[in-house]
């Protein structure tokens, strides 16, 4: 069965420092998603991707995050200079399309940890 | 804006009982409504999904939810519980046409012998 998968499944780094979570996405799938769920709390949205450019993304998407798909099968997420309030589990997720609006396969996550 | 609220962060049932997982929500829009679980060490699955169409919705694993407008409710439920639905489900939310997912704080269910 086609999966989301992410790399690396935990990182740890020290503040300031720039981060890159890398998920390669399911093959056909079009819309291309970022979430994070800090520990205890509620799984966030961060950001939506399609043809190339952001189509959403929320509050804690700031300046600090981009994203980016440099080739046909990997998904990005960079963080340029982390805080200790970046440590959490980020998601990486795929659509189909338009019509497949909210059902969304998950990666196993990524877990920062910022020191 | 819309949001989720699940009642309980941890429910325990008896294998073979009847689980029910409470999730009311908020929109200013008609919403579609997801349910998704997380296994240990795992992504987030979706369970099932409504989308305007039929109110009660059918999943997978035996699960199926009824969509209540009146009650702003969308609850989960499976007549008997077994060892393997032991994990953390999530109800979650988004705008028609949007693909910006608000979940709840979720609901971390274990299933005694």
């Known amino acids: 069965e086609p999966e989301v998968t992410q790399t690396p499944s935990h990182q740890v780094t020290q503040m300031g420092q720039e981060v890159i979570l890398r998920c390669v996405p399911i093959?056909?799938?079009?819309?291309f998603y970022w979430y994070r769920q800090i520990l205890g709390q509620k799984v966030e949205f961060l950001v939506s991707?399609?043809?190339?450019?952001?189509?959403?993304k929320s509050e804690i998407f700031d300046d600090q995050f981009s994203v980016e798909r440099p080739d046909g099968s990997n998904f990005t997420l960079k963080i340029r200079s982390t805080k200790l309030e970046d440590s959490a589990m980020y998601f990486c997720a795929s659509s189909a399309g338009r019509g497949q609006a909210g059902e969304l396969f998950f990666g196993e996550g990524s877990r920062l940890t910022v020191l | 804006a819309q949001s989720v609220t699940q009642l309980g962060s941890h429910v325990s049932v008896s294998e073979g009982a009847l689980v029910l997982l409470r999730c009311n929500y908020s929109s200013s829009v008609p919403p579609y409504l997801f349910w998704y679980v997380q296994y240990p060490n795992q992504g987030l699955q979706l369970l099932l999904k409504?989308?305007?169409?039929?109110?009660l919705v059918k999943g997978i694993n035996g699960f199926e939810a009824e969509f209540k407008k009146s009650e702003t409710s969308f609850h989960l439920t499976k007549p008997s519980a077994h060892m393997s639905d032991a994990a953390e489900y999530f109800c979650a939310v988004t705008p028609a046409g949007s693909y910006q997912l608000t979940f709840g704080k979720g609901t971390k269910l274990s299933v005694i012998p």
């Open positions: 093959s056909n799938h079009l819309y």
């Open positions: 991707f399609y043809n190339n450019e952001i189509s959403e």
């Open positions: 409504y989308t305007s169409a039929a109110t």
